[in-house]
């Protein structure tokens, strides 16, 4: 019995060690890769220090990119460009930062990304110049208390490290207003310190792997930008309307299908970006919104437009490409102060009147649809970009005799048209 289990062990053993060989080319291959990307990166960096070294007027630079230069510490060099206003000093081995530092009257950001170090592991001295310090990739879980001391912090960026939660010491940067947490593995769970928190107006909260819109988030009453993008959030909630001074928010590539009613209460918002969900349908209180500029609805699966999107009467730049749309309502021609519009790759088969009524419109796209007639009117649109490949264009029609013409004229005024050339498109 022993003899036949430890043989059974042995063909297990075998079999796993075949596994691990199987795999090891793929895994050795990417590490080839990574490993290049490093040296390249490494050599042009030594180039770079040369170069700064050599300068004569060091005082006229105001930025150094110290990064990948293998550095556990400032280089004398660097204290002769008085000047500087950023520092980057990334991917280093840098665990304390000489407190000469301080002798950079303008430095307004710093770069301390991928240094290796923890909380407990880098050294600041007192600063009160600092606004920007970047700490990403540093497999923190906590921000390190001497940050604290560089108190006219107002953005801090902290993305690829191992938070779970909004960081306890940001209550202490009582002049930080952005706080960048993306890429990490974030659960937010209320805590008391979170109410200490109602200074940061803008919050990044990109790819956490957050399957709903966090509740923990409602005292942070005073944002007014927060981004969820790339999560895995198939709704968002009633109380989403708590956060009534937003103007931006970014729900880019989540799994959203309908938004709730209370979300058209946010009527300060200036941008929307919900490309890449699941919507189907934008409601009529869409026209509520009025402040908003740019509105981001591409990627979805709308299949219909309400008379009400045209009231936007601030909008500049509307994004409809990639859905399902096949004709635009005529109260789209109210939209005086549209400047972009792209509802290529829909199922438009007659050019939409109502564009030809925006006196403001320079970007026009409406590539890969089943457009057969562009109208002469187009010409008098103010436009600097326009696309209009993948369609079936009928040159036989006499509606599109002009149309040589028109995009020659347009090429003529400088603006960038495709396709570009009708060689092989002109009528015998």
């Known amino acids: 019995m022993k003899e036949s289990m430890s043989g059974f062990i042995g063909i297990l053993l075998l079999f796993l060690v075949g596994s691990i060989y199987a795999q090891s080319p793929y895994q050795s291959a990417r590490d080839s890769v990574k490993d290049l990307r490093l040296k390249y990166q490494e050599e042009k960096a030594l180039i770079r220090l040369e170069k700064y070294k050599s300068i004569q007027n060091k005082d006229s630079i105001t930025w150094l990119d110290l990064s990948y230069s293998k550095l556990k510490k400032l280089p004398e060099f660097v204290f002769q460009f008085k000047n500087l206003e950023s520092l980057d000093l990334s991917h280093n081995d840098i665990k304390k930062l000489d407190r000469r530092i301080n002798e950079f009257t303008q430095l307004h950001s710093l770069n301390l990304s991928d240094n290796n170090f923890n909380a407990h592991r880098l050294i600041l001295k007192k600063n009160r110049r600092i606004k920007v310090v970047y700490l990403s990739e540093n497999e923190m879980d906590k921000i390190p208390w001497r940050v604290k001391r560089l108190d006219s912090l107002t953005e801090i960026i902290l993305t690829k490290n191992r938070f779970v939660e909004l960081p306890r010491r940001v209550k202490k940067l009582k002049n930080l207003k952005i706080l960048n947490l993306s890429d990490n593995p974030l659960e937010l769970k209320r805590t008391p310190y979170y109410d200490k928190l109602g200074h940061i107006s803008k919050l990044r909260l990109n790819k956490c792997k957050l399957s709903h819109f966090p509740e923990a988030l409602l005292c942070l009453n005073n944002l007014e930008e927060l981004q969820l993008a790339e999560n895995q959030m198939a709704s968002l909630p009633a109380f989403i309307d708590q956060f009534s ?80 749309l096949s004709y635009l309502p005529l109260t789209i021609a109210r939209l005086k102060t549209l400047e972009v519009l792209r509802i290529n790759d829909n199922y438009f088969n007659e050019f939409p009147p109502s564009i030809l009524s925006l006196p403001q419109l320079f970007s026009l796209d409406i590539a890969n649809n089943e457009i057969a007639i562009i109208p002469e009117e187009i010409l008098k649109l103010p436009l600097q970009n326009f696309y209009f490949q993948q369609n079936p264009i009928d040159f036989d029609d006499i509606k599109n005799h002009h149309l040589v013409q028109t995009i020659n004229k347009m090429t003529e005024k400088g603006a960038v048209v495709n396709p570009h050339s009708f060689e092989k498109l002109e009528r015998p």
């Open 245 to 324: 001074q937003l103007r931006q928010l970014i729900l880019y590539k989540n799994k959203i299908e309908v938004l709730p009613e209370e979300f058209y209460n946010l009527i300060h918002l200036q941008q929307v970006d919900l490309y890449y969900n699941k919507i189907e349908i934008i409601d009529k209180k869409i026209s509520e919104l009025e402040n908003l500029e740019i509105l981001y609805l591409s990627h979805n699966k709308i299949y219909s437009l309400l008379n009400e999107l045209g009231e936007l009467k601030n909008l500049k730049e509307l994004y409809l490409h990639h859905n399902r």
